[in-house]
């Protein structure tokens, strides 16, 4: 199976680096649209976050232009970004997608946040019809792996969140977060959760401004907070000490003149922006002021860090999990290529059976219901013990260089060669299904 991967992430790229590669959620279906345009694409995937942008897909012959595609659609110099990018194909590819997934390779290892993620970019792809078989395939069994790794380890359990993180750093500014003031710039998730932890640590109050005012009332009657409207922004955020942004705007919506004139306000009293938008809310220049402390979503990794080695045990064994999981995933794709062949063989002994029974059914005179069940078992029985030793024989050499001689060895002894086509056009409707996938999570 030709999987193909590329994208950057926190890890590769800093956060300058990856605002520039960000794909508006509005956008995606035309992204997706063009990708699965692209050369040699057959079906594909955009995961688009605030900590990485990758591209996912299924190819022709293992081979497609991906960083083409990237330069087409971004329109962004690569020089820029191109030493920063990753690259994985097939079982790599297969390994990169479960970690991601299962969140091994998350800012914070173990957040939940990244499952969700990409089944939002999965039924975006499916919405678009990118996505229709053999990627279907394989993310429903990502989402399969990542549910085994939050069951059999305690990685979620002992995650140390961007929202904790950021508790810990305003603690380090104010001292004490008690009577302290939270303004929630955007009404995203993530800003909910940093609010609630605040507001656990002593914080007093919440405000909420967000561009739909609709959706800030709703925010804010969770907290007995104050929703103001997005137009008295620059009016009202000096009211508060901590301000969590997250809008999702194309460019700063904090400068550094709203800093100066926030901080006279408030007569030089700090105030600690923390900015988790990508593209970035605060520009980097408002960090520069004495009073303003500006911590984006890079920063907060390091500040995660810190804590790396609590999680390091449960990590080393969802690992072993993702290890397991992409050898049985890769081994069941090997198998694929003698699913023709078992088709083929099936058909052909099914054809035998029914043709021997109607050869003799003259002869053996009215039946009963029970005697037509004891005929139909007994076939039945009979050429499925014949199909066992050729059907076990093929699935073990399609993991092995010898395969394309037993498949032709098989086909030669029952004749198969006529049946080939139409069993290969059968196989193509079979190779989604897989007996042994693990329970899907449930969404």
Do not use: W
Request: charged share 25%.
């Amino acid at each position: 199976m030709n999987f193909q991967l590329i994208g950057v992430n926190h890890k590769t790229a800093p956060v300058e680096i990856r605002e520039r590669l960000d794909i508006p959620i509005a956008s995606l279906p035309d992204a997706l649209k063009r990708l699965v345009e692209h050369a040699g694409v057959d079906e594909g995937l955009i995961l688009c976050t605030c900590n990485r942008v990758e591209v996912l897909a299924k190819t022709r012959n293992g081979s497609a232009d991906l960083r083409g595609f990237m330069r087409d659609y971004f329109r962004v110099e690569p020089s820029t970004y191109e030493s920063h990018l990753y690259e994985f194909s097939e079982r790599e590819a297969i390994r990169h997608l479960f970690r991601v997934t299962a969140s091994l390779d998350s800012m914070v290892v173990g957040e939940p946040q990244i499952l969700g993620q990409v089944k939002e970019a999965y039924a975006t792809a499916r919405a678009a019809g990118a996505v229709h078989s053999h990627l279907d395939h394989l993310l429903t069994r990502a989402f399969a792996v990542a549910k085994r790794v939050r069951t059999e380890t305690s990685i979620g359990a002992s995650a140390v969140s961007v929202a904790s993180v950021a508790v810990e750093l305003a603690k380090k500014i104010f001292g004490s977060l008690n009577g302290k003031h939270v303004y929630l710039v955007g009404a995203g998730k993530m800003s909910e959760l940093a609010a609630r932890h605040l507001l656990a640590h002593g914080a007093e109050s919440i405000f909420v401004a967000n561009r739909t005012h609709e959706r800030a009332v709703v925010l804010a009657e969770k907290f007995h907070g104050e929703a103001i409207l997005f137009e008295q922004l620059y009016d009202t955020c000096d009211r508060a000490d901590i301000v969590i942004t997250s809008t999702g705007a194309p460019h700063a919506i904090f400068r550094r003149e709203h800093g100066e004139l926030f901080l006279s306000r408030r007569k030089n009293r700090p105030m600690f922006f923390i900015d988790i938008a990508v593209p970035r809310d605060v520009d980097p220049e408002m960090n520069k002021m004495d009073g303003i402390f500006v911590y984006d979503i890079d920063d907060l990794q390091q500040a995660a860090t810190s804590h790396l080695a609590d999680r390091k045990q449960e990590a080393d064994r969802a690992e072993q999990i993702i290890n397991v999981e992409v050898d049985r995933f890769h081994d069941h794709l090997q198998t694929l290529t003698v699913v023709p062949m078992i088709l083929s063989l099936q058909d052909q002994l099914e054809s035998i059976r029914q043709a021997e029974i109607s050869r003799v059914r003259g002869r053996l005179g009215t039946l009963s219901a029970e005697q037509e069940l004891a005929i139909e078992a007994l076939t039945h029985g009979i050429v499925n013990k014949i199909m066992h030793t050729p059907i076990t024989t093929l699935k073990s050499a399609a993991r092995n260089a010898e395969a394309t001689t037993v498949i032709d060895v098989v086909r030669r002894i029952f004749n198969l060669t006529g049946q080939k086509k139409q069993a290969e056009e059968d196989a193509t409707q079979t190779v989604i299904e897989d007996p042994d996938s693990p329970e899907e999570p449930e969404n």
